[in-house]
């Protein structure tokens, strides 16, 4: 089944606990995105990446780093979490070129305390 | 930043009903896109309207695109209580050669009433 995986589904974390959300994609696309979605401001790019190696920076990239190894993984780092990550992250991945669809995870639902 | 804005924020109707949300953006696109969320969970893709498109059909969407007017409707015909579910608009940027960059609009909570 095509899809792209996202773990965990829930994380719990204390600030400045460095954590993982990884991402993994079977659809060979190119593209790949995180976004955070906040009650009011809708979804916020945070990352994206057209290929592997090439990563470049959204809308809201402070307090996030991404790396992209593998055609297939895209995983978001927080180095040091603080209160204000707290958020439903989700990871994306489309083909590239015009009008090709993104395909979503199913969300990381991100508490720090 | 934000880009589509869509209006209404909510909308609640009874099943049977069209349903229709708009979605108005400010800088040129390549194309438009459509995405509904359940509560909490991954966006889905409904359908895409390229900028030379003006109307575009799926089933029981319908989508319009007006360029000079930077808007696009989403109709819904003969709504379902499964269509409950917030719908967000999404634009391709025309700076962005690819166009594979999307911005999202904050969407419209649709309650179906049965």
């Known amino acids: 089944e095509a899809q792209v995986t996202q773990n965990p589904r829930y994380l719990i974390t204390v600030t400045g606990k460095k954590l993982t959300v990884t991402c993994s994609q079977n659809m060979n696309h190119e593209y790949m995105s995180w976004y955070r979605q906040d009650p009011g401001l809708g979804l916020r790019q945070i990352y994206y990446?057209?290929?592997?190696?090439?990563?470049d920076k959204g809308d809201v990239p402070e307090g996030y780093k991404v790396s992209r190894k593998e055609k297939r993984n895209f995983p978001l780092i927080l180095e040091s979490p603080s209160p204000n990550q707290t958020s439903l992250y989700f990871c994306?991945?489309?083909?590239?070129?015009?009008?090709?669809?993104?395909?979503f995870g199913s969300g990381t639902r991100l508490t720090v305390v | 930043s934000q880009q589509g804005e869509e209006d209404p924020q909510a909308l609640s109707i009874q099943e049977g009903e069209n349903a229709t949300m708009n979605c108005s953006y400010k800088?040129?696109?390549?194309?438009l896109q459509w995405y509904r969320q359940n509560s909490g969970r991954g966006l889905v893709h409904l359908i895409l309207?390229?900028?030379?498109?003006r109307e575009k059909h799926s089933g029981r969407l319908r989508v319009t695109l007006d360029t000079s007017k930077k808007s696009s409707s989403l109709l819904i015909t003969a709504s379902r209580a499964a269509d409950t579910a917030s719908y967000f608009c999404a634009t391709g940027g025309a700076e962005e050669t690819s166009g594979s960059r999307l911005t999202f609009g904050e969407g419209t909570q649709l309650t179906v009433n049965p």
């Open positions: 309207i390229r900028s030379n498109e």
């Open positions: 994306a991945s489309s083909l590239i070129g015009q009008g090709a669809g993104y395909t």
């Open positions: 990446s057209m290929n592997v190696e090439v990563t």
């Open positions: 800088t040129s696109i390549n194309n």
